[in-house]
């Protein structure tokens, strides 16, 4: 949340100056307060871990938010109970009649698939169109990224020769972007992904800035210096065993995967991880709450598409 400080305190040039958000005590008199609305399509297999995941970073906030939770089509899910699926999914010719805040668009195990062989992909096309008018800032975790670079940037993910899987140290290039507001200059995050958006293609897009990267798993935040696009192309929001859960189904498939890097207790599976990138995937959710999200959409949710608020602060 912004601080609130007398109109004419001489600190807030300086603080101005840092990038670091603060408001007039004239201004914070007369503003008005909602909760926030953000829809989360989750494409993952198994929902229900990733619900938890996403709504455990989301709850980290003083703010009043409402999650609804969308299908991508009615295939029924091979990981989900269908009864979890008719109880709290929606489709999206319910969905799009509203307007959102805020929205995230998660990953799937869809990185080596060319984007028109993707059994979804006119539907999920549909829906990243349907943001540009209906939801303030739209975060996109992992294949999400590659998709949406791809449709929105007409930007091509690269497939890797090999998949990243570990936890990686990152630098911050942006140190004075709000999104990473409270992040040390090195952290660590988790990657799991066979693709990338190449980051050349990134730093030549228009619009696009690269905030955070690593010199093994390459570009991880990025954003549309409007706020209303951000990218991650890790995941800060897995749990501390998720990697280990990968690893070990995909052991049982027989597909001989590598040891997740920097996870593993002295690189040994039957060892407890590592946890080393909670603290800065908290931060991370809780900086888009407020700054991409909260402090951008208009407190009529009908003007969102229309009207957008501008805060006294550079957003990447």
Same mark, same amino acid.
């Given at each position: ?10 600190a807030?040039?300086?603080l ?30 198994k ?24 299908? /991508?089509?009615?295939?029924?899910s ?19 009649? *509203?307007k959102?805040?805020?929205? /995230? ?39 999400a ?8 940037? &007409? /930007? &091509? ?21 709000p ?8 952290f ?23 905030i955070?990267?690593?010199? /093994? ?8 210096q ?6 991650i ?15 070990? *189904? ?32 908290s ?11 909260? &402090? ?11 009207? *957008? ?8």
């Amino acid at each position: 949340m912004p601080i609130k400080i007398p109109d004419s305190l001489p600190a807030a040039g300086v603080l101005q100056e840092e990038n670091i958000f603060c408001m007039a005590s004239s201004a914070a008199e007369i503003q008005d307060i909602r909760e926030l609305r953000i829809l989360i399509l989750n494409l993952m297999p198994k929902k229900i871990e990733t619900e938890i995941h996403l709504l455990r970073m989301l709850s980290n906030t003083p703010l009043q938010v409402q999650i609804d939770l969308m299908r /991508i089509n009615d295939k029924p899910s091979k990981n989900t109970p269908i009864e979890h699926m008719e109880d709290f999914y929606q489709d999206f010719a319910t969905v799009k009649k *509203r307007k959102y805040d805020g929205m /995230i668009i998660t990953g799937a195990p869809l990185g080596q698939v060319p984007f028109n062989e993707v059994l979804f992909w006119d539907q999920l096309t549909e829906i990243l169109d349907w943001t540009e008018t209906n939801v303030t800032s739209t975060m996109f975790l992992c294949w999400a990224v590659q998709a949406a670079m791809y449709h929105l940037y &007409q /930007i &091509q993910k690269q497939v890797l020769p090999k998949k990243i899987s570990g936890v990686y140290p990152h630098k911050l290039l942006k140190p004075f972007s709000p999104i990473v507001r409270g992040f040390d200059d090195q952290f660590n995050a988790p990657h799991s992904r066979y693709a990338e958006v190449p980051t050349a293609d990134i730093l030549a897009t228009p619009g696009i800035d690269l905030i955070a990267d690593s010199d /093994i798993a390459g570009a991880y935040i990025f954003a549309h210096q409007t706020g209303k696009h951000l990218f991650i192309t890790g995941h800060s929001e897995y749990e501390p065993l998720s990697l280990a859960n990968e690893y070990f *189904r995909d052991l049982e498939s027989g597909a001989e995967p590598e040891i997740p890097e920097n996870y593993f207790t002295n690189n040994d599976p039957s060892c407890a991880p590592n946890v080393t990138w909670k603290s800065h995937g908290s931060l991370l959710f809780t900086n888009w709450l407020n700054y991409f999200v909260y &402090q951008l959409s208009p407190f009529n949710p009908e003007d969102i598409g229309k009207i *957008r608020n501008l805060p006294n602060i550079k957003l990447v």
